[in-house]
């Protein structure tokens, strides 16, 4: 099961899970934002809804993107407070921000601990959490991994060496960690180390990323053939930022 949009499906499938059936489940809020009124609730009501009304269907795991990796754990949410074992969730460089303000929480209070956060184990839910690795020379890190953990979910972390979130997107990303994610469904772990372990990903990002966490400051000849090795068409936002500290 995918989430967040179905525009990846072809790429899991041809990618990462080339021996398991992918379904996309689409919640039309035709006009609404994603943090417009209870939007974004509703679209995981509705996906559970439709899970729970296939009779004897269980996904082994869901996936989703970015915000649609919190929905992708919403949705497992609501399924357990129906009655089902949790699903694991792979989530793509997907935060837990609707969980850490009180306002959101108060709009999924009914499938949270009574007695807020508590240990992975206990609540049941699990995450495959993909998540852009911390530079070595650079203080601020995402810590989408901990935002999890505070959240009570029981967390396995890979972290990719790439400055784009939109990588979590591509082919590239996919092929270097599938091996991963595929062990992740069948044993619940992934055979690397969460703490140690960093996937290289041959995309822009990632090459600039290998740039900036290098132990040497990069040459101009260094920027130039970055800077010529671009796709055509839109940068990514994370690319702009970085090239400020090689400017």
């Not at 699903?87 to 793509?92: A, F, G, Q, R």
């Not at 810590?143 to 400055?163: A, E, F, M």
């Not at 960093?198 to 990323?209: H, I, K, Q, S, Y």
Request: net charge negative.
């Amino acid at each position: 099961l995918v989430g967040g949009g179905s525009h990846y499906l072809g790429l899991i499938a041809a990618d990462v899970l080339l021996d398991y059936e992918i379904w996309a489940i689409a919640a039309d809020f035709t006009g609404a934002g994603r943090w417009d009124d209870d939007a974004w609730v509703g679209c995981a009501r509705a996906i559970a809804d439709c899970l729970l009304a296939f009779d004897g269907f269980r996904p082994r795991a869901m996936i989703g993107f970015s915000f649609g990796g919190f929905l992708g754990w919403l949705v497992d949410r609501y399924l357990v407070a129906a009655g089902w074992d949790a699903t694991p969730m792979i989530n793509l460089d997907g935060g837990a921000l609707p969980v850490t303000h009180d306002i959101w929480r108060r709009r999924i209070a009914s499938v949270l601990p009574a007695d807020g956060p508590t240990d992975g184990h206990i609540s049941g839910a699990r995450m495959l959490l993909l998540q852009r690795a911390s530079m070595t020379k650079f203080a601020s890190a995402h810590h989408r991994d901990l935002d999890w953990t505070n959240q009570g979910v029981s967390v396995t972390t890979l972290n990719c060496r790439t400055v784009s979130h939109l990588d979590f997107l591509r082919p590239e990303l996919f092929v270097a960690v599938r091996d991963a994610i595929a062990t992740y469904i069948e044993t619940g772990a992934t055979g690397f180390d969460s703490d140690t372990s960093r996937f290289d990903v041959e995309t822009a990002g990632g090459r600039l990323f290998r740039m900036l966490d290098s132990g040497e400051l990069p040459t101009p000849t260094d920027v130039r053939g970055f800077l010529a090795a671009l796709p055509s068409g839109p940068v990514d936002p994370e690319l702009r930022m970085g090239l400020l500290f090689v400017a």
